[in-house]
């Protein structure tokens, strides 16, 4: 899974880090353009275009039936109990691509999250950081429990413990814009997790964890973690606000309203039957 999930990691950071300077929505817009023309060959290979096109044209031919003998009740029915089978029909050939498609575009939306549903901390913009720890680490443990931020960044708080979470919570503050190693120590082991510090578009991973492969799927930004004293260390990251004509909208939105609509508009060139 860490393969995988670093591959995808080093594609997007490719891709994206040419927008870095420029607005969120420029490398938005981009990955979803590029989304939605993958989605549409995806598409392609996977569904049967045949089978698609023809029930459209079943289902355009019962439209025409119905209104040519709209005066035949009988026959007005009998056209509107076909059109509804061939609409189960084109859904049944639409059903096994969209399937498939599932999985790639969790991926995708989850790279994508990192990069503009959270946003890096700003120099003097405190967060706060989050280490849980697994059973195995006892009451010693904890109360031994710290964080080494190393140059760039302020660690404001001591650690605040909270057992019942079986979590230790401290408040850092970035110096400096960049790429920071944040180093966890507990039971004399070391757990690092990247901090995200800048105003360019960068991507902000949340939480680097040890769980299984779902939850690392979620959370690829970094190796899972190999240390048995912690299970995650996350970082309460800002929410980043994409203003669309001065008003804020989701990222998920703009993707979707962009892949969906660069889809449609290269059908025709993909020779796609949707």
């Known amino acids: 899974m860490d393969i995988l999930n670093s591959a995808l990691t080093i594609l997007f950071t490719a891709v994206l880090t040419p927008f870095r300077g ?3 929505l420029a490398g938005l817009a981009a990955v979803s353009v590029a989304a939605g023309a993958l989605m549409l060959l995806v598409f392609k290979w996977t569904s049967n275009q045949k089978g698609l096109a023809a029930a459209r044209d079943r289902m355009q031919g019962r439209l025409l039936e119905m209104r040519l003998f ?23 050939h639409m059903l096994v691509p969209m399937l498939i498609l599932i999985g790639p575009i969790v991926l995708l939306l989850v790279q994508a999250s990192a990069w503009y549903q959270f946003r890096p901390v700003l120099p003097g913009e405190p967060v706060i950081v989050r280490a849980v720890v697994s059973d195995s680490a006892g009451e010693p443990d904890l109360d031994r ?10 660690v404001e708080t001591p650690p605040l413990r909270i057992p019942e979470q079986r979590e230790i919570n401290w408040r850092v503050n970035p110096d400096n814009p960049g790429r920071h190693i944040l180093r966890v120590k507990i ?7 990247q901090f995200a510090a800048g105003r360019h578009t960068a991507a902000a991973w949340p939480a680097r964890v040890s769980g299984g492969v779902f939850e690392r799927a979620l959370n690829p930004g970094e190796p899972a973690i190999r240390n048995a004293m912690i299970q995650k260390i996350s970082i309460d990251y800002p929410e980043r606000e994409l203003l669309v004509f001065g008003r804020p909208v989701h990222w998920l939105v703009v993707f979707f309203v962009i892949s969906l609509a660069s889809a449609y508009a290269l059908r025709g060139a993909f020779r796609v039957e949707v």
Do not use: C, F, W
């Open 22 to 24: 420029m607005h969120p």
């Open 70 to 92: 709209a005066s035949d009740p009988a026959q007005t029915l009998r056209s509107a109990g076909m059109l509804l089978l061939d609409n189960l029909s084109y859904i049944r």
């Open 145 to 154: 429990a710290a964080l080494d931020a190393g140059p760039g960044v302020t």
């Open 187 to 193: 039971g004399g082991t070391t757990t690092e997790k």
